[in-house]
């Protein structure tokens, strides 16, 4: 046995030791899926570890990492007396595995066979990875070879969201800077447009941060840099985040329309007004009914994104969220869970937070499910975060022929990406097919994170930024899609 439990976890950091440490990351997640909210300790001694884990020998690294994970999760889930939804996935992206596998030419229901043989995932769950996989299947089907997606970046909001690991700035505090920022971005898309030039352009992404913090004349003159710079004539679909509904006003909408946006975020994130007070986004439940009316003035296809397990909300008070979600009908759905990240301030204040908060049941999936039905919507991508409520999922839900495709591009790495931003990544994709839920070759580049860096490293950026799109036009061939 390659697993030893000496002594059962209890309030404090789990003490483990492990004999390679390059199983370290799969372990973890493991380990925190069972004992939410605990950070385990490393141990150099097994004397010193409640838990001891020994890597089994196997042929290879992936059987060897397979193997660890069903035995260390039979053992986590019989002394816990629970399974987990997703079984012994760990990972970002569960559907990489069932496209690879539809891909690979097995039927839906041998995916869905072989999802819970191998990660030990729940039925429910595995049909639902699948039946996302055959959608973003069909969706990609019909890409432009060598194509691109674009990716702008924000790093400003209203204010900052008590969950939010994002690198993402209050605006407020950036005064002149927001305009020497602007410069900076203009810089990098007026000069990623000589080496993209020819490429055909899939989709735009104007993310952060919220993009909408700016004024209507900022976000005009950086959309018109981006027209007069790009060629986005064969484009099928231009989103922006307006995300925050306290940053939406008819001027900005306007300016979006004209110059080509066809898709929107207005996000809620909940329509309880205590709960948005305890996570600060500085907005009522009447200024997002507003913004979404606003909103609907325009041909915009409308997403609103909530989020599930939020501090002390309770079955009943999703439940209303989602039944005045159901009322407004947007066109596409985005749940989340609720994660526990790294940088957010939840996780400052997580001794404040935890009892009341995570709290997704087998209810509230069904709730959630229910509402999107009603709204003529299937999932259509989805992905997965380490510290999540309820060990559960962030999904997109939407119409047929009303889905984001950048969100499924992305979320699979099926396209290359110039990202121009501060912190933003750009990739490119080549190599071989997935392997066991691997990622194709992607090459990356990322932009200084702090924004006075990135202004103030905007000519080295640039430089970077050239040598990594020629490099691809040299290799043109080697793109996969
Ligand atoms: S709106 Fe999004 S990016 Fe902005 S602070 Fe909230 S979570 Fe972070």
Same mark, same amino acid.
């Given at each position: 046995?390659?697993?030893?439990?000496?002594?059962?976890?209890?309030?404090?950091?789990?003490?483990?030791?492990?004999?390679?440490?390059?199983?370290?990351?799969?372990?973890?997640?493991?380990?925190?899926?069972?004992?939410?909210?605990?950070?385990?300790?490393?141990?150099?001694?097994?004397?010193?570890?409640?838990?001891?884990?020994?890597?089994?020998?196997?042929?290879?690294?992936?059987?060897?990492?397979?193997?660890?994970?069903?035995?260390?999760?039979?053992?986590?889930?019989?002394?816990?007396?629970?399974?987990?939804?997703?079984?012994?996935?760990?990972?970002?992206?569960?559907?990489?595995?069932?496209?690879?596998?539809?891909?690979?030419?097995?039927?839906?229901?041998?995916?869905?066979?072989?999802?819970?043989?191998?990660?030990?995932?729940?039925?429910?769950?595995?049909?639902?990875?699948?039946?996302?996989?055959?959608?973003?299947?069909?969706?990609?089907?019909?890409?432009?070879?060598?194509?691109?997606?674009?990716?702008?970046?924000?790093?400003?909001?209203?204010?900052?969201?008590?969950?939010?690991?994002?690198?993402?700035?209050?605006?407020?505090?950036?005064?002149?800077?927001?305009?020497?920022?602007?410069?900076?971005?203009?810089?990098?898309?007026?000069?990623?447009?000589?080496?993209?030039?020819?490429?055909?352009?899939?989709?735009?992404?104007?993310?952060?941060?919220?993009?909408?913090?700016?004024?209507?004349?900022?976000?005009?003159?950086?959309?018109?840099?981006?027209?007069?710079?790009?060629?986005?004539?064969? =484009?099928? /679909?231009?989103? @922006? +985040?307006?995300?925050?509904?306290?940053?939406?006003?008819?001027?900005?909408? !306007?300016?979006? $329309? *004209?110059?080509?946006?066809?898709?929107?975020?207005?996000?809620?994130?909940?329509?309880?007004?205590?709960?948005?007070?305890?996570?600060?986004?500085?907005?009522?439940?009447?200024?997002?009914?507003?913004?979404?009316?606003?909103?609907?003035?325009?041909?915009?296809?409308?997403?609103?994104?909530?989020?599930?397990?939020?501090?002390?909300?309770?079955?009943?008070?999703?439940?209303? =969220?989602? /039944?005045?979600? @159901? +009322?407004?009908?947007?066109?596409?759905?985005?749940?989340?869970?609720?994660? !526990?990240?790294? $940088? *957010?301030?939840?996780?400052?204040?997580?001794?404040?937070?935890?009892?009341?908060?995570?709290?997704?049941?087998?209810?509230?999936?069904?709730?959630?499910?229910?509402?999107?039905?009603?709204?003529?919507?299937?999932?259509?991508?989805?992905?997965?975060?380490?510290?999540?409520?309820?060990?559960?999922?962030?999904?997109?839900?939407?119409?047929?022929?009303?889905?984001?495709?950048?969100?499924?591009?992305?979320?699979? +790495?099926?396209?290359?990406?110039?990202?121009?931003?501060?912190?933003?990544?750009?990739?490119?994709? *080549?190599?071989?097919?997935?392997?066991?839920?691997?990622?194709?070759?992607?090459?990356?580049?990322?932009?200084?994170?702090?924004?006075?860096?990135?202004?103030?490293?905007?000519?080295?950026?640039?430089?970077?930024?050239?040598?990594?799109?020629?490099?691809?036009?040299?290799?043109?061939?080697?793109?996969?899609?």
């Amino acid at each position: 046995m390659s697993i030893q439990i000496t002594s059962p976890p209890g309030e404090g950091p789990i003490r483990l030791y492990i004999d390679n440490d390059s199983f370290l990351y799969d372990v973890y997640g493991l380990l925190t899926a069972f004992y939410p909210g605990n950070r385990p300790e490393i141990m150099s001694e097994a004397s010193d570890a409640q838990i001891v884990i020994n890597v089994p020998e196997a042929p290879d690294r992936i059987t060897q990492k397979n193997t660890l994970k069903k035995e260390l999760y039979n053992e986590l889930s019989r002394r816990q007396g629970h399974t987990l939804p997703w079984g012994t996935l760990t990972g970002v992206r569960p559907t990489k595995l069932t496209l690879r596998e539809l891909d690979r030419g097995r039927s839906f229901e041998e995916t869905v066979e072989y999802m819970k043989a191998n990660y030990l995932t729940s039925e429910k769950k595995a049909r639902l990875a699948t039946e996302i996989a055959v959608r973003e299947r069909q969706m990609m089907s019909s890409l432009h070879d060598g194509s691109v997606c674009l990716y702008i970046g924000i790093p400003f909001c209203p204010s900052i969201c008590l969950y939010c690991s994002f690198s993402s700035y209050a605006i407020g505090a950036f005064g002149d800077s927001v305009e020497d920022y602007l410069d900076a971005l203009k810089t990098e898309i007026k000069n990623a447009s000589r080496v993209l030039n020819g490429r055909h352009i899939e989709a735009v992404y104007f993310g952060g941060g919220t993009p909408t913090s700016l004024s209507a004349t900022q976000l005009d003159g950086l959309l018109g840099t981006l027209d007069s710079s790009i060629d986005l004539s064969g =484009t099928s /679909e231009f989103t @922006v +985040e307006a995300g925050r509904p306290d940053s939406i006003t008819d001027d900005k909408l !306007k300016v979006l $329309a *004209s110059h080509g946006v066809d898709r929107i975020s207005v996000n809620p994130q909940t329509l309880q007004q205590k709960t948005l007070d305890t996570i600060g986004r500085r907005h009522t439940v009447d200024d997002f009914c507003r913004a979404y009316s606003m909103a609907r003035n325009y041909p915009f296809l409308i997403n609103t994104d909530l989020i599930v397990g939020l501090p002390g909300e309770v079955e009943n008070e999703v439940r209303d =969220t989602l /039944e005045r979600i @159901v +009322e407004l009908s947007p066109d596409n759905l985005t749940v989340h869970s609720l994660a !526990k990240k790294r $940088a *957010s301030r939840l996780t400052e204040q997580w001794d404040e937070f935890a009892s009341g908060a995570f709290v997704y049941t087998d209810t509230i999936e069904q709730l959630v499910f229910d509402a999107a039905r009603r709204l003529d919507m299937e999932p259509y991508y989805m992905y997965r975060q380490k510290e999540i409520a309820g060990n559960m999922e962030n999904v997109g839900f939407a119409r047929a022929g009303e889905e984001c495709l950048y969100n499924v591009l992305m979320m699979e +790495e099926a396209c290359d990406i110039a990202a121009f931003g501060a912190g933003a990544v750009s990739k490119r994709i *080549s190599g071989t097919p997935a392997h066991d839920g691997m990622r194709e070759k992607a090459d990356r580049i990322r932009n200084p994170k702090d924004v006075k860096n990135y202004i103030d490293r905007i000519e080295e950026t640039v430089q970077k930024k050239d040598k990594f799109f020629q490099l691809y036009s040299v290799k043109k061939t080697s793109s996969v899609i």
